[in-house]
């Protein structure tokens, strides 16, 4: 398995096809498509972190620190309910193929994105964690805040990271 930055053509079609999958029909977020392709609106300005194993996509993470975040369209007054930092990211679609399932590959994806996150200054990160992880998400260092965002079917917990939490829950320097 390779846990790297995408950087391929072929491999941004694959994150679009993963997406469309997790976001549209996995979890009901958004309109089907004839094209079973999903492009994340905020696309042109994600870093994806991806997992492939024999050149496929079976996992990803992304992230960007270009503000107006997908969480300062669903939270009011975001930056009062984290705690201060410096430098601040959001954390997106993090997902994993469902027959690749396992919490070792999610936590390594974190791992390698917290290990970029840190390298680029960032000492906080925002999600929208889907509540049928929320527990995981808290397991891997994540603290829940505000209330629920989406709809029936798709909603998600805001929540933040700070930069011990990413260092003490994923063994980084």
Same mark, same amino acid.
């Given at each position: 398995?390779? %846990?790297?930055?995408?950087?391929?053509?072929? $491999?941004?079609? +694959?994150?679009?096809?993963?997406?469309?999958?997790? %976001? =549209?029909?996995?979890? @009901?977020?958004?309109?089907? *498509?004839?094209?079973?392709?999903?492009?994340?609106?905020?696309?042109?300005?994600? *870093?994806?972190?991806?997992?492939?194993?024999? *050149?496929?996509?079976? #996992?990803?993470?992304?992230?960007?620190? /270009?503000? &107006?975040?997908?969480?300062?369209?669903?939270?009011?007054?975001?930056?009062?309910? /984290? @705690? @201060?930092?410096?430098?601040?990211? $959001? /954390?997106?679609?993090?997902? =994993?193929?469902?027959?690749?399932?396992?919490?070792?590959?999610?936590?390594?994806?974190? +791992?390698?994105?917290?290990? $970029?996150?840190?390298?680029?200054?960032?000492?906080?990160?925002?999600?929208? #964690?889907?509540?049928? +992880?929320?527990?995981?998400? !808290?397991?891997?260092?994540?603290? @829940?805040?505000? #209330?629920?965002? #989406?709809?029936?079917?798709? %909603?998600?917990? &805001?929540?933040?990271?700070?930069?011990?939490?990413?260092?003490?829950?994923?063994? !980084?320097?």
């Amino acid at each position: 398995m390779i %846990f790297k930055i995408a950087d391929k053509p072929n $491999e941004f079609e +694959q994150i679009h096809e993963l997406n469309y999958r997790l %976001f =549209v029909e996995e979890i @009901p977020q958004h309109p089907v *498509n004839t094209d079973k392709k999903l492009i994340d609106k905020f696309h042109f300005k994600n *870093n994806y972190l991806i997992a492939l194993k024999n *050149n496929h996509l079976i #996992g990803m993470v992304c992230y960007n620190e /270009i503000r &107006p975040f997908s969480l300062d369209g669903k939270v009011e007054k975001l930056d009062e309910l /984290i @705690p @201060p930092y410096t430098r601040l990211a $959001e /954390i997106r679609l993090l997902g =994993v193929e469902i027959a690749e399932r396992k919490i070792s590959i999610a936590y390594r994806l974190l +791992q390698h994105l917290c290990n $970029e996150l840190l390298k680029q200054g960032i000492d906080t990160a925002v999600i929208s #964690g889907t509540t049928r +992880q929320t527990k995981l998400y !808290t397991k891997l260092g994540f603290v @829940p805040f505000g #209330g629920l965002v #989406g709809t029936e079917g798709a %909603f998600f917990q &805001p929540m933040y990271i700070t930069v011990t939490n990413l260092r003490n829950d994923f063994g !980084t320097n």
